[in-house]
């Protein structure tokens, strides 16, 4: 069993690349989409748009949207986007489009008069965002958000579907070798529980110190 270690290990550092940059994906995709589809900033046709798109990201499951992504687009396309690409950009849009949930319902659940005192203050919208309520919406929807990416680090296990060789798959091709999945499948849970606990150590510090300046 010592002699798979390593390549766990190889495939616990694919499983890390593929959270920080389909979460990377998730928040930018999340605060544009959330940001224009809160009541107080809503434009015509554009938050239509983005209410459409996060209802088709949400309602379809992952692994479909990653066939569709990875094997139907390029047909109809002509491109052939690596599985590592396909993946990030996939995992990363159908996490933002919950991210973007999350971001919007904060938006809403904050008083309107932090909106209307920033207006009188006399600053534009986007100085409003950035000064008053953005601020406030990060605070309040972290503790949600925190939980939407520890969700998409076990997601990533359904990248294997599109052969990128991340952790399970990994623990998967040593089950073949071994047929013995008990030791290779309590490793992969240790893995998997020791990152989770690490991103929540990190991210409960995270948000003390966002309380410790309210």
Known sequence: MMTFIPLLMKGTGITLLLWLSSSAVSILFGLIVGTVRCT????????????????????????AQLMVAYFALPQLLGITPSALSSG???LGLCSGAYASEIIRE????????????????????????YYVVGPQMISNA??????????????TSLLASIGIVELTKVGTNIMYRTFNPLPVSMCIAVIYLTLSALITLI????????????
Do not use: C, H
């Open 203 to 214: 991210s409960t510090y995270v948000e003390r110190r966002f309380y410790a300046y309210r």
């Open 106 to 129: 904060t938006y809403n659940s904050l008083d309107k008069g932090q909106w209307l005192a920033a207006q009188a203050l006399g600053y534009s919208r986007w100085q409003q965002l």
């Open 88 to 90: 990030i950009i996939t």
């Open 40 to 63: 107080q900033l809503r434009v015509p046709v554009v938050s239509q748009l983005a209410d459409g798109i996060t209802l088709v990201l949400r309602g379809v499951p992952l692994y």
């Open 142 to 155: 972290f503790p949600s958000l925190v939980n939407e990416y520890l969700m998409v680090l076990k997601s």
